[in-house]
């Protein structure tokens, strides 16, 4: 059964600073996401990483994956006020012939001072 | 584009009533999720639709929780008696065709359902 785990749970930051989320998952699969959650809002899709070593970035959002080491890095650069969220990596199981199954993990909150 | 569109958008129930959510995802999407989210939890998948076909319900607790397809368009949730562990926020989802498979899910803005 697939598991995703995310670290940190919570991260509190300066603005400006840099961090770094991961997403850790248990069995094989090729293809990750990340999602933006406001308080009280639904889920926005950020980055979906297709392949070993993919790298997409949006303004001070950058993501990676490594299929290898079955991890995924969210990386905040000179972070501001507006990035304040929780964010969740899911992980697709893997094709199975009908569709696919994602399971997320339990979301990063951050918070980030002023 | 128009996104996925859930009503009600909130419902305060006591324990042992009813209660039914409806969606309507994208126009032209196959593929139809309902997550339920606990309050500081990532979403957990209850049904999966391919179509108007169940994919995966693995998740859904059968003698309480239900929910259908019809025609492979709009779905509906349906709660029935509810517990008060069943207090969270139910989002639906939709994704693209099979064939297309790009896997992005696409969110309504979520029932928050409070059972008293």
């Known amino acids: 059964e697939l598991k995703v785990e995310q670290n940190p749970l919570f991260l509190s930051m300066q603005e400006g600073k840099n961090y770094t989320i991961y997403c850790n998952y248990s069995t094989t699969s090729d293809r990750l996401y990340w999602y933006r959650q406001d308080p009280g809002k639904s889920l926005e899709s950020l980055f979906v990483?297709?392949?070993?070593?993919a790298v997409k970035q949006e303004g001070r959002l950058m993501a990676s994956l490594d299929t290898k080491a079955r991890l995924s890095t969210l990386h905040i650069t000179a972070a501001v006020h507006d990035l304040s969220a929780t964010y969740f990596c899911a992980v697709d199981e893997g094709w199975k012939g009908r569709d696919d199954k994602i399971i997320f993990g339990k979301g990063t909150r951050l918070h980030i001072l002023p | 584009e128009a996104g996925v569109a859930q009503s009600p958008r909130y419902k305060i129930i006591e324990k042992r009533q009813s209660v039914a959510f409806w969606c309507n995802p994208i126009?032209?999407?196959?593929?139809l999720y309902w997550y339920q989210q606990i309050l500081g939890q990532g979403p957990k998948l209850l049904i999966q639709?391919?179509?108007?076909?169940?994919?995966?319900d693995s998740q859904l607790p059968k003698d309480r929780f239900s929910a259908e397809r019809l025609k492979g368009v709009d779905s509906t949730l349906k709660i029935q008696p509810a517990k008060l562990e069943d207090s969270a926020v139910y989002l639906c989802?939709?994704?693209?065709?099979?064939?297309?498979?790009?896997?992005?899910?696409?969110f309504g803005p979520g029932t928050r359902l409070l059972v008293l």
């Open positions: 639709f391919q179509n108007n076909g169940v994919v995966d």
């Open positions: 989802a939709s994704s693209p065709p099979v064939g297309g498979r790009g896997g992005t899910q696409y």
């Open positions: 126009s032209g999407h196959a593929t």
């Open positions: 990483l297709l392949s070993n070593g």
